[in-house]
């Protein structure tokens, strides 16, 4: 595999000369303050410099620039709606930038075939209003729905807080549209459910994060919106007692649990303490507590009455404190805001080291002790704030610094934590990207927690689609 090095700025300035005159000028933005928002993710913990963004209007417009690209040799960083948190939407100087932001068509919704066929720059959102209205549900969703892009999400493999009932963005794709670098066309919009013709290249693309081809169209699968929809915030004592709890609800409601979500106890403070606005389900703050979610597409399955009922169990056998259930669709998005807002509260703390992480849902009480513990041993004092899906064991696990200490200092320590809370998932056989990717930050973790054959077969299929190295290089695949 031959690798693109960062552009030269001549080569830059013939590729744009080529680009306007076949696209037109209006096909790239170079100005420096318009520029500035697709070259910095919010956090501010990744800023790039790309020379203009391109913003195509159609997937033909799209492969025109890869044909191109490929041609000249410049590196493309695909972006959708600038959210990860990995960094690899954020481009290197000599990186052009390509913006699906103005392909954001949604089709009409296929009610009898319960699809949509959707543009990669739809934001998550307008899709579920778009199913909404159709009398169905998108079941994907996160806290960056009203930015978050289709096609990011899809490059990605997104999670969210409805894997445990609908799984991550693999499942709800069944068809993709996807320009290779060197500007074909693969059209593999299909909307089958089983189609067992040789290899499933949609997968391919589905978590490569850009580096394989640029994803334009998609056909997601959708599901009839449930018929009621109730939440629960309860109180308790460690994440032992909520897996134990998880197994009661799980074994009561069935597949009518589609939340199950951990938070601890800085978690649910840092909320009020960010947006007083926020719902105090509690008298007196727990050590911990879950937000559980039941939902239901039959009239007849009364949920809240399942659900009221275990949970006195729960209570009686003192595996449970306080607990809130919802009495209407405002008081459960009241409750869903809590948990939505976690990772936004933990400014409040100051500097923060952020792991998304996943460890088999038996183990995540054991994780969470020696993954503290491993984690203070790097910082002492730090603030452990870990939430997240427990049903899934899906763990954000994110340190804050000590109070009262210096910010610099503190993130000057991401490699030594990292280190040591990525040592910890891998005794456990868990994994270090659970759902937000590997882009930038991680790449150079993987060849020590994937053998040499797998990742010898990741460069292989790299180096099949894209020879020249010029999709979004130096992401998710260490240097070759």
Not at 89 to 115: C, F, H, K
Not at 219 to 232: E, F, G, N, R, T
Not at 368 to 374: G, K, M, Q, V
Not at 430 to 457: C, F, T, Y
């Amino acid at each position: 595999m031959t690798d693109a090095t960062l552009s030269r700025p001549d080569v830059i300035v013939s590729f744009r000369q080529a680009l306007e005159t076949e696209l037109g000028a209006d096909i790239l933005i170079a100005d420096a303050d318009r520029l500035a928002p697709y070259q910095r993710e919010w956090r501010n913990l990744y800023e790039g410099k790309a020379p203009f963004v391109l913003r195509p209007r159609s997937t033909d417009e799209v492969a025109a620039i890869m044909r191109l690209a490929t041609r000249f040799g410049v590196p493309i960083v695909p972006q959708g709606g600038n959210t990860g948190l990995v960094g690899g939407q954020i481009p290197l100087e000599g990186e052009v930038l390509l913006s699906l932001d103005r392909m954001t068509a949604i089709a009409p919704v296929n009610v009898s075939g319960s699809t949509v066929t959707v543009e990669a720059g739809a934001i998550l959102s307008d899709v579920h209003d778009a199913a909404d209205e159709a009398g169905l549900m998108f079941p994907l969703s996160l806290a960056s729905k009203g930015s978050a892009r289709i096609g990011g999400l899809i490059s990605t493999n997104a999670g969210g807080v409805g894997v445990l009932a609908y799984g991550n963005m693999r499942d709800q794709v069944l068809g993709l549209e996807v320009v290779l670098p060197d500007g074909r066309i693969w059209n593999g919009l299909r909307s089958l459910h089983k189609d067992n013709v040789g290899y499933d290249l949609k997968h391919l693309f589905i978590g490569a994060e850009g580096t394989l081809g640029v994803v334009t169209k998609a056909v997601l699968s959708l599901v009839p919106k449930p018929h009621a929809l109730d939440v629960a915030m309860v109180g308790l004592a460690s994440p032992a007692d909520a897996l134990t709890l998880l197994g009661e609800v799980r074994g009561a409601l069935g597949d009518a649990l589609t939340g199950f979500e951990l938070i601890p106890k800085i978690g649910l403070d840092i909320v009020n303490r960010h947006r007083g606005d926020t719902r105090r389900p509690f008298a007196e703050l727990p050590e911990w507590a879950v937000l559980i979610e039941a939902s239901t597409f039959l009239p007849e399955r009364p949920m809240r009455d399942v659900l009221e009922q275990v949970l006195m169990r729960a209570y009686e056998a003192g595996l449970i404190g306080d607990a809130v259930v919802s009495q209407s669709i405002a008081e459960a998005q009241e409750l869903w805001l809590i948990r939505e807002l976690m990772s936004e509260a933990q400014s409040v703390l100051g500097g923060s080291i952020k792991h998304d992480v996943s460890v088999p849902v038996a183990d995540v009480p054991a994780f969470l002790d020696e993954a503290i513990a491993a984690a203070l041993a790097v910082v002492p004092g730090a603030i452990p704030v870990a939430f997240g899906h427990l049903g899934d064991g899906n763990i954000h696990f994110n340190i804050s610094q000590p109070e009262g200490s210096d910010k610099a200092a503190f993130l000057a320590k991401y490699p030594e934590m990292q280190d040591a809370v990525h040592a910890v998932v891998t005794r456990f056989r868990g994994s270090i990207a659970a759902e937000h990717g590997v882009g930038r930050m991680k790449r150079d973790m993987l060849p020590g927690v994937r053998d040499a054959v797998e990742m010898d077969m990741m460069q292989g299929v790299k180096a099949l689609f894209d020879p020249l190295n010029i999709m979004n290089p130096h992401r998710l695949l260490p240097d070759r």
